[in-house]
């Protein structure tokens, strides 16, 4: 059975920091793409950034230079550091893994989600 299971949301105030981490279970890891994408309140589910097995990350352009997205193989665990968050942020934040290594934006081609991970960012 795949699980998904993400941590490490919160409230913080515009400019703070906040580290996600989702740990995988259930499928081979180091041969998924993962990849994070987050939901506001009334609006669609929005790409944040993709990793592929071995290869370079890629950002949505509203987060990049702020957001890292990163992978530990070895703990079958992916991690997106947030810096300098802005109210804008503020969404459900889900991880997602597709096994792959071709990368994609499309949230249709990842057959693998986590429940989410609430992020608030006060002004």
């Known amino acids: 059975q795949v699980q998904l299971m993400e941590s490490g949301g919160g409230l913080v105030q515009a400019g703070e920091s906040l580290r996600l981490t989702c740990v995988v279970s259930?499928?081979?890891?180091?041969?998924?793409?993962m990849a994070w994408y987050r939901q506001a309140p009334g609006r669609q589910r929005d790409f944040v950034a993709v990793?592929?097995?071995?290869?370079?990350?890629t950002y949505a352009r509203s987060v990049k230079g702020r957001f890292a997205i990163s992978r530990d193989n070895a703990k079958n665990t992916v991690y997106l550091q947030m810096n300098v968050l802005k109210p804008d942020d503020t969404a459900d934040y889900s991880c997602a893994a597709r096994l792959s290594d071709w990368v994609t934006k499309r949230p249709d081609d990842y057959a693998y989600w986590g429940q989410g991970t609430q992020v608030t960012v006060s002004s």
């Open positions: 259930g499928v081979i890891f180091d041969r998924n793409v």
């Open positions: 990793i592929p097995p071995g290869g370079k990350a």
